[in-house]
């Protein structure tokens, strides 16, 4: 089993900065591939970014603005997101995969509004 637990949501302006981090316990030792969803009201969860050993990815409408990475030491992964926008409000959930198989364990979410 796995546990994740997210924090650093909050209400950021436009142009704003906040940095997400998802520290993951449990009985797994390593984990293969970590990443962030999120799922704005009335609509479906979308992929943010995923990183794993060698590599990351991200949606095409954070890329240059958002920034993944991770800390194996301590199983966390963070989620550096720079300028801000309304459209990036909604609640951020992080994602682990420890065999790479498809199956994901999930957080509880975070909240990220982006208002003025």
């Known amino acids: 089993q796995l546990q994740l637990v997210e924090s650093g949501g909050g209400l950021v302006q436009p142009g704003g900065s906040l940095r997400l981090s998802c520290a993951a316990s449990?009985?797994?030792?390593?984990?293969?591939?970590m990443g962030w969803y999120r799922q704005a009201p009335g609509k479906q969860r979308e992929l943010v970014a995923t990183i794993t050993s060698g590599s990351s990815t991200y949606a095409d409408s954070v890329k240059g603005r958002f920034t993944i990475s991770r800390d194996n030491r301590k199983n966390t992964v963070y989620l550096q997101m720079n300028s801000l926008k309304p459209e990036d409000t909604a609640v951020y959930y992080c994602a682990a995969d420890p065999f790479g198989n498809n199956q994901y364990y999930w957080g509880q979410g975070t909240q990220v509004t982006v208002s003025s």
């Open positions: 449990g009985s797994v030792f390593s984990i293969n591939v």
